[in-house]
C-alpha cells in the first residue's frame, strides 16, 4: 500500500497540482476568470499539501493541524478584514512569508542532514549532494531577502517609513560586497567547510547579510517605483521555493516556484516598459517624493476648478465618458461610487469605459481588483495602449485620485523626471475633469501641467464625497 501510495498516488496528485497551479495562472491573467484562477490554484494548493502529507507518510499531525488552525485562521481574517488599499501591503507581507518560509525550510535540512549528524563526515555537499548542496545556499539568500525585502516595501506602503527613495551613501559598494560575500560564503558551506562549527558560522553570516541586502536593495525605492518591487519580490519568493524544491526533490515545488518566478519576472518586465525605465534604473533609484508633499500654489498658472453642480452639467450633455482611476480612488474607497455614477451615465445613453494604467496604485493590477470589488464590468476596463486613441473622441474624462499617469509632461516636456514614460493621453478629450484634494503632486513629486490645460477642471475634494455629489447633481437633473 505504501509503495502504491508513494510510487502512484502522490505522483499523479503533484501532475493534477501543477496543472492546476497553471491553468490558475492564466486564469489571473483576465478580470473575468481571475476569481476563477485564484479558485483554482487554491485547490492545486490543497491537493499538493495532501500529496505531500501521503509521501512522508508518518509525520506528526499535531504540528500539521496547528500549523493549518493557526494559518488558516490568519489568512481568513486578513482576507475579511483588509481594505482594499491596504491590499499591496498584503501582499509585500505574502511575499515576505513565502520567502523567509523557504528560507527556514532549507536552514532546517541543512540542520538535520548535516549539522546534528556529527557523525557524518564530509562537506554539505557530500551529505546532500552537490546540486541540493547548493541551492540550500540559494534558497536562504533569496529568501531571507525576499522577506526583509518585503518587509521594508510593507513599512513604505503603510507610511511607517517614508514613501521617498531613501539615499544611502556608499549603498551600492555596500550591496555588492554583501553579495559577493554570500555568495562566497555559501559556495563555501557547501563544498569545502567541514567543520560544523564553520558550517553553522557561514549558514548564519549568510542569513544575517542576506536581510541586510534586502533592506539596502528595497529601501532606496520608492514612489511610483513601488508596484514593480512588489511585483519582483513576488518573482524572488517563487525563486526561493523553487531552490528549496531542489533541496527537498520536490519537483512540484520547483514547478510552482519557477512559476512564480518566471510570471513574476515577466510582469516587472512589463511594469518596466510602462514606465520606460530599466528594471537597473528603478533598482538604483526611484522618483522623488511622498505623495502628500505639497507643491506651491505659486508654481501654477491659471488653474480652472469646478463644483459638483457644474461638473454634473458638463456631464449631462457627454455622450461618451471615460473614468481613470488611481490611488486616491482606493484611498476614498469610492469604487462603488463610482460604479453607481457610471450607471446613471449608461442609463442616460452616455458609453462608458475605464482607462487603466498599468502602474496605477500600489501594485500590478490594483485598480482592476478595486473595480472588479464594485462589480464592475471587466469589457469596460481597457489598456492603455487600446484607450489611447479613443481621448480624441471622448466628450469628459472623469480622473479620480490619479495624477502622473496622466501628466502632459511625460510627452512634452524633455527635462521632466517623468519624460519618456507612457501616460494616459488625457488631454485629448473634450472636456477632462480633475477629482483631488488639491495641488499637490503625486509619486513623482513634480508638477502635473494638466492642471493648468483650458479643457481641464479640478474638482477639489474628497473623491467619494465629490462623487456622491455628482451623483445627486445628476439625478436631479436627469430625473431619474
Known sequence: MTDFIQGVLVPILYLLSAVLFI?????????????????????????????????????????????LVVGGAIGAIAAVRVEMTSMPEMVALFNGCGGIASALVAISVLWLDVVEKPEVAGTVASNLGGPAAFTTFLSILIGTLTFSGSLVAFLKLNGTLPGRPIMLPGRHALNLLLLVGSIAAGIAMAFF????????????????????????????????????????????????????????????????????????????????KAMNRTLLNVLVGGFGVDEGTAVATGEYGVVRSAGAEEAALILEAAESVIFVPGYGLAVAQAQHTVKELADRLTKHGASVKYAIHPVAGRMPGHMNVLLAEADVPYEQLVEMDVINPEFKSTDVVIIVGANDVVNPAAEKSPGSPIYGMPVLEVWNAASTLMIKRSLSPGFAGIKNELFEYPNNMMVFGDAKQILQELNTELKDLLGA
Open 193 to 272: 567547510a567541514v567543520d560544523l562549527g564553520t558550517i553553522e558560522l557561514l549558514c548564519l553570516g549568510i542569513s544575517g547579510a542576506s536581510l541586510a541586502l534586502g533592506v539596502l536593495l528595497v529601501i532606496p525605492i520608492g514612489g511610483a517605483d513601488m508596484p514593480v518591487v512588489i511585483s519582483l519580490l513576488n518573482s524572488y519568493s517563487g525563486l526561493a521555493a523553487a531552490a528549496t524544491g531542489f533541496v527537498l526533490n520536490n519537483n512540484l515545488l520547483i514547478i510552482s516556484g519557477a512559476l512564480v518566478g518566471a510570471s513574476g519576472l515577466i510582469l516587472t518586465q512589463i511594469m518596466c
Open 23 to 67: 491553468f490558475g495562472l492564466k486564469g489571473l491573467t483576465r478580470v473575468g476568470t481571475a476569481r476563477r484562477g485564484n479558485t483554482m490554484a487554491a485547490g492545486a494548493m490543497l491537493i499538493a499539501i495532501i500529496g505531500t502529507l501521503l509521501d512522508l507518510g508518518f509525520v506528526d499531525y499535531r504540528w500539521i493541524v496547528a500549523g
